[in-house]
Antibody, heavy 118, light 106 residues
Framework: EVQLLESGGGLVQPGGSLRLSCAASGFTFSSYAMSWVRQAPGKGLQWVSVSYSGTTTTYFADSVKGRFIISRDPSKNTLFLQMNNLRAEDTALYYC???????????WGQGTKVTVSS | SYELTQPPSVSVSPGQTASITCSGDKLGDKYACWYQQKPGQSPVLVIY???KRPSGIPERFSGSNSGNTATLTISGTQSMDEADYYCQAWDNNVVGFGGGTKLTVL
């Protein structure tokens, strides 16, 4: 079964850091671009970042550029999101998503909750 | 960022046709996708490449995209289709999502 399992969320103070992980299973992780998408409480979906397969190419939403780093460990089939200098507006459920060939997000994890508050 | 605009809400009677629009600059030149999200659940892809349905998505879901507007159409809407719907498209290596449309079946 194709599956994405996020972890690492929690409560952090403004200015703090957090590292999210996404464990992939049931497919060839190294063959797919992977993104993080977040959803603030009661709000819509917001794309955060993408990591392309086979390269070190990454892109970020303007709102997180310079603060977040996306990376992957192919040996562990795991995607990461290092979040630094966190702000209250980063509070959200963070989803790990797989991007299929036509660039649609066909597989979503269940999400991991991040709360930034003092 | 790439901005996409959706109506906040759409209402439809059971068995009727629901249409949800998504507007963006030259959206017709890009591929549009649509996601369904029910309360407490992760989003599910229902339309990709403007009009294609993933395996397992009912035929009553269809899509189109031209000019600046993409449209998700649900024919013979059922109560189980009540959900939030989001459009999405790529623009220069960044992703835009619409603000979401709450579909009410009443």
């Amino acid at each position: 079964e194709v599956q994405l399992l996020e972890s690492g969320g929690g409560l952090v103070q403004p200015g703090g850091s957090l590292r999210l992980s996404c464990a992939a299973s049931g497919f060839t992780f190294s063959s797919y671009a992977m993104s993080w998408v977040r959803q603030a409480p009661g709000k819509g979906l917001q794309w955060v970042s993408v990591s392309y397969s086979g390269t070190t190419t990454t892109y970020f939403a303007d709102s997180v550029k310079g603060r977040f780093i996306i990376s992957r460990d192919p040996s562990k089939n795991t995607l990461f999101l290092q979040m630094n200098n966190l702000r209250a507006e980063d509070t959200a459920l963070y989803y790990c998503v797989r991007e299929e060939a036509s660039r649609a997000f066909d597989i979503w994890g269940q999400g991991t909750k991040v709360t930034v508050s003092s | 960022s790439y901005e996409l605009t959706q109506p906040p809400s759409v209402s439809v009677s059971p068995g009727q046709t629901a249409s949800i629009t998504c507007s963006g600059d030259k959206l017709g030149d890009k591929y549009a996708c649509w996601y369904q999200q029910k309360p407490g659940q992760s989003p599910v892809l229902v339309i990709y490449q403007d009009k294609k349905r993933p395996s397992g998505i009912p035929e009553r879901f269809s899509g189109s995209n031209s000019g600046n507007t993409a449209t998700l159409t649900i024919s013979g809407t059922q109560s189980m289709d009540e959900a939030d719907y989001y459009c999405q498209a790529w623009d220069n290596n960044v992703v835009g999502f619409g603000g979401g449309t709450k579909l009410t079946v009443l």
